[in-house]
């Protein structure tokens, strides 16, 4: 739990985060105390400075006058501090003009929505494309593998297939497994995860397993559902003071090329239903530890649905960072829905 600070030390915190995103310097009392004089004089400033040191809301780089943000900071100043008007009418409006003039196109709309927030916020940005909520059953195969075995092959409505080997009871001829595929594929086309656990009831014995199995390959492609990411602004990753070792630089790009690292942060980010922001040291991966995201779901109801956002150093503009990425996904959700309300049905 974050502890309350008096609004005093709020304030000269706020000062901090902001000073040291805007610059990249370590923050010096001084400095601090030009911004809040003279509601707080430059000893108190330093006092301040301080406590929040011992609280672990700042620190001190090494040889360095000035502070910088902890994770724990920057936590503080996203949850009770950040404030400022976001976008501007003028800025909402460019960027609603921008996308009138492309095509009716999602792609064409997923691409110029990263540009558009790399350019605002001046690191990259992220977008998937708008996928099925739900991976859905076309049908089952079954293909003997061994006396015993039996190779379990669900494919999917959107193209892809998720296989498993399972063990059956009796060996089974080929008709035998051309029957009972035609047969669940008949009764379970076009079913969820969800569903077909639902279905298995109405199943006894070998048959329930494999629809059991079915739903957990189902699952397993709702966890990893994430075919493209698209990027934008890694440019300005690169050139961040943060990112100027290869050393330190090399393990995010890594991160950003494997999807794996990235899939359970996007699965947060659709399940919450809300901006998604996850700083530094709050990544369950290494890799990611020096950076911070701002996330969020977008799309059509319950059926398409996909997340975009922006990647930077924890020295991110977040008043900045996460009134952008709202209403690039307000918008993307606002023009799919006009698309699909125009398509034939």
């Known amino acids: 739990r974050v502890m309350e600070l008096s609004r005093r030390r709020r304030l000269v915190l706020k000062n901090i985060v902001e000073h040291y995103v805007d610059h990249a310097t370590p923050v010096p009392s001084s400095v601090v105390a030009q911004k809040v004089y003279p509601r707080v004089s430059p000893a108190t ?13 700042i620190f001190h780089p090494h040889t360095s006058a000035g502070s910088i943000p902890s994770d724990l900071g920057y936590r503080y100043y996203v949850e009770y501090l950040m404030e400022g008007p976001g976008l501007s009418p003028a800025e909402e409006r460019t960027i609603r003009h921008q996308f009138h003039q492309v095509p009716l196109d999602v792609e064409a709309w997923v691409h110029l929505s990263t540009a558009v927030m790399a350019n605002l ?23 003997g593998v061994g006396a015993h075995m039996v190779l379990l092959v669900a494919l999917l409505t959107s ?19 051309v029957k009972l595929s035609n047969k669940l594929s008949d009764k ?19 048959e329930r397993e494999v629809v059991h199995t079915a739903a957990r390959l189902l699952r397993e492609a709702d966890k990893y559902r994430v075919e493209d990411i698209y990027y934008e602004g890694l440019r300005h990753i690169v050139a961040q003071p943060e990112f100027s070792q290869s050393a330190k630089l090399r393990p995010v790009l890594e991160a950003l090329e494997h999807r794996a690292v990235l899939v359970p942060l996007l699965a947060d980010a659709l399940e919450s239903g809300q901006v998604r922001i996850v700083i530094g040291s709050e990544h369950a991966t290494e890799e990611m530890r020096g950076c911070s995201v701002v996330l969020s779901g977008y799309g059509l109801g319950g059926e398409l649905q996909g997340v975009l956002g922006v990647i930077g150093p924890t020295r991110l503009p977040y008043w900045r960072a996460v009134p952008l990425v709202r209403f690039m996904a307000g918008l993307l959700s606002l023009l799919l829905e006009t698309a699909y309300a125009k398509s034939p049905s």
Do not use: H
């Open 45 to 57: 400033v330093r006092n301040d400075m301080a406590t929040l040191e011992r609280q672990g809301f």
């Open 121 to 143: 916020v001046r690191s990259a940005a992220m977008v998937t494309p708008p996928a099925p909520r739900s991976a859905r059953l076309r049908r089952i195969e079954l293909v």
């Open 159 to 177: 193209g892809g297939f998720r296989q498993q080997v399972v063990r059956a009871p009796e060996p089974f001829d080929r008709d035998g497994l």
């Open 188 to 206: 379970l086309g076009g079913k969820s995860a969800t569903q077909l656990v639902a279905a298995a009831a109405s199943f006894v014995g070998w």
